[in-house]
């Protein structure tokens, strides 16, 4: 993308990384898209009382590709899904997503037909925020620990590396279908 | 609709000048009220005493769990977001010495996980606790990257041991059965339980403490609870974010605390 591609591993990227994640974090927009009852306390949490702009973020923008926040805030129906993807895949990198409320996180109370269960199922998910609603201090709890994801993201080669190591330990990691958890 | 007739009066000469400025008016006037903006991570708000936050599983005095692993919880659950598995304390003898117990009476949860993704914090699982094992604190500071990191399993929803409390399991306080821990007649650990700890885990760290009660040096335990983590400065709340990212923001904060809310309200229909 820019200087952290060329930068060779070492200082110099580390503090290009530190630099461009205080940015980045400083100023996430989110994108306008409430989807159901959470979207009421994303709206409160942007409001005067718990007031979003205290941390650089209080432009929910209209069109995701001003956007690099996404707050699924409410349930997927599944006919909602392919809107939530378009929505995600409009955004200009870098973007996060936030899982907000039980519905969007894992389906939550409505485990049919008619729900996604789990947003993670269409769009990659940066942080998982339960409730049913989350008040706003929870929303901005989740954001406040998203910035600290976003500050800590490498970038260039550290970044490959992250990836290729992620990538290993996904490949040694247990399947889920083989997850027996505390089942004797 | 010529003959429209307005319902408020006409301004005068200088109320129609000023007109397009008067709306400042209102913002002017709001520059001298009080500020509305909580300053959420560096001054928290509690949330009001009966608020629905994260479960707790209680103990008694003496450090056993309340909670029997009957299922109820789970059976309620609207979200099916509750899996107790329970086991029979008398199958503890063969691991952790004749006697022990982890809970009073016949059987305890050997297996207690709350999904906090399908939780809806709706307290129909509380309501239907026969024990009242299973209470709600005021943390509500949960989040996570992972799915499978938002499942708390039983160590993360126990309380905390209060000072005084002996660590599970050990045998109950001898001559009683479940009835007299249901009614409160349990206020703390026994000699005979802190020597059965001694003699069958002797690095236990809660024995020390545990003696000092039984000597009378120290009060009684009481029961504490998780909390909501304190208000913080800009950096400490930003890492405290981080280890919640981590997933590891688990620990409880230990501590003296006030009378909790399970002490103030008593099992239905009981009457110590």
């Known amino acids: ?184 | 609709m010529s003959d429209y007739q307005p319902l408020r009066p006409r301004k005068g000469p200088i109320g129609r000048a000023l007109a397009p400025v008067a709306g400042f008016g209102v913002t002017l006037g709001s520059m001298f009220r009080p500020t509305v903006t909580e300053q959420y991570p560096f001054e928290k708000v509690p949330p009001k005493p009966r608020y629905h936050g994260r479960h707790q599983l209680n103990r008694y005095a003496d450090g056993l769990e309340k909670c029997i692993g009957c299922e109820l919880c789970a059976w309620a659950c609207p979200a099916d977001a509750i899996y107790v598995e329970g086991a029979d304390n008398a199958d503890l003898a063969a691991t952790d010495g004749a006697g022990a117990h982890r809970s009073p009476g016949e059987r305890y949860g050997r297996v207690y996980q709350i999904n906090y993704l399908r939780c809806i914090f709706c307290g129909l699982c509380i309501e239907a606790c026969p024990t009242r094992a299973l209470t709600m604190t005021n943390d509500y500071e949960l989040a996570g990257p992972t799915r499978a990191g938002m499942i708390y399993e039983k160590q993360d929803l126990l309380a905390p041991l209060a000072e005084g409390m002996l660590a599970a399991p050990h045998p109950m306080v001898e001559g009683t059965t479940d009835t007299e821990y249901y009614r409160g007649e349990v206020t703390g650990p026994t000699a005979e339980q802190v020597a059965w700890v001694r003699e069958h885990r002797p690095d236990d760290p809660t024995v020390e403490a545990a003696a000092r009660v039984v000597e009378g040096e120290a009060p009684p335990p009481r029961p504490t609870r998780h909390r909501l983590r304190g208000s913080a400065t800009k950096s400490a709340a930003a890492r405290a974010a981080g280890t919640a990212a981590a997933g590891a923001q688990r620990e409880p904060e230990p501590g003296t605390d006030a009378p909790t809310a399970e002490d103030a309200v008593r099992p239905k229909g009981v009457h110590a």
């Not at chain 1, 630099?19 to 949490?45: D, N």
Request: aromatic share 6%.
């Open chain 1, 1 to 184: 993308m820019g200087l952290e591609e060329a930068a060779p591993s070492g200082f110099l990227l580390t503090t290009v990384e530190d630099v461009a994640g205080y940015l980045r974090k400083a100023s996430l927009w989110p994108v306008t898209f409430g989807l159901a009852c959470c979207a009421i306390e994303m709206m409160a949490a942007g409001a005067s009382r718990f007031d979003l702009s205290r941390f650089g973020m209080e432009v929910f923008r209209a069109s995701p590709r001003q956007a690099d926040l996404m707050i699924v805030a409410g349930r997927v129906s599944q006919k909602m899904a392919p809107v939530v993807r378009q929505v995600y895949d409009q955004m200009s990198e870098p973007k996060w997503v936030l899982s907000m409320g039980v519905c969007a996180s894992s389906g939550g109370m409505f485990n049919n037909y008619a729900i996604v269960q789990g947003v993670d199922h269409i769009v990659p998910v940066d942080i998982y925020l339960p409730g049913c609603p989350p008040r706003p201090e929870m929303l901005i709890n989740a954001i406040l620990a998203l910035h600290q994801q976003i500050q800590d993201a490498p970038l260039g080669v550290n970044r490959r590396e992250a990836a290729a190591a992620a990538e290993a330990a996904a490949l040694e990691a247990t399947p889920t279908v083989e997850m027996k958890g505390l089942l004797r």
